[in-house]
């Protein structure tokens, strides 16, 4: 299949999989390389505070991660980026970045992603999975425990029939702390 240059395409890896938030004309599950889904992310607002940080999802550099690939419409381009700049970029804790990603059918298309910025204040660094169930295991937000949006996250990965070894690794450990609590 050819691929239409002019063609828009956004890369989720995370809630945007399953909530997008914005109309789009195709979606399939797509692999972007280089780059890997991780805990890296210090959540101040949303699932930790300052004080006890909680642990969101970002792209970090290393591996490849499967995630969701939309096709938004020309139209909407304009639209779709506003949207997702006031969505992704509240801190400015990810970066925009145009990135190849492979599409389930076999084509290669830009991706417009959000990957982690290291330099953030807000970056974790790579963690072990126990560091990580951990932090999570005791975190809460204003958007609820920590634990909760691992476990939706985990979910909703193995409705799209995407496994993640590593954050499945990190529910492990997290489901041993509370028995052991």
């Known amino acids: 299949m050819a691929v239409d240059m002019d063609d828009f395409w956004v890369f989720g890896y995370g809630s945007l999989m399953w909530n997008p938030g914005f109309a789009f004309e195709d979606k399939m599950t797509a692999r972007t390389f280089g780059y890997r889904r991780s805990l890296c992310v210090r959540s101040w607002v949303h699932r930790g505070t300052q004080e006890r940080p909680g642990l969101v999802l970002g792209l970090d550099r290393g591996g490849s991660c499967r995630g969701m690939a939309f096709k938004v419409a020309r139209s909407d381009k304009a639209d779709v980026i506003d949207y997702l700049?006031?969505?992704?970029?509240?801190?400015?804790?990810?970066?925009?970045?145009?990135?190849?990603?492979?599409?389930?059918?076999?084509?290669?298309?830009?991706?417009?992603?959000?990957?982690?910025?290291?330099?953030?204040?807000?970056?974790?660094?790579?963690?072990?999975?126990?560091?990580?169930?951990?932090?999570?295991?005791?975190?809460?937000?204003?958007?609820?425990?920590?634990?909760?949006?691992?476990?939706?996250?985990?979910?909703?990965?193995k409705e799209m029939g995407i496994r993640d070894h590593w954050l499945e690794e990190v529910a492990a450990i997290i489901e041993q702390l509370s028995r052991q609590a």
């Open 85 to 157: 700049r006031e969505r992704e970029l509240v801190t400015h804790v990810y970066k925009e970045r145009t990135m190849p990603v492979l599409l389930a059918d076999g084509r290669r298309v830009p991706a417009l992603a959000y990957i982690i910025d290291r330099a953030h204040v807000q970056y974790a660094g790579s963690l072990s999975a126990e560091e990580a169930a951990a932090t999570v295991a005791v975190s809460h937000g204003k958007s609820g425990a920590n634990t909760e949006y691992v476990m939706n996250t985990l979910a909703h990965l």
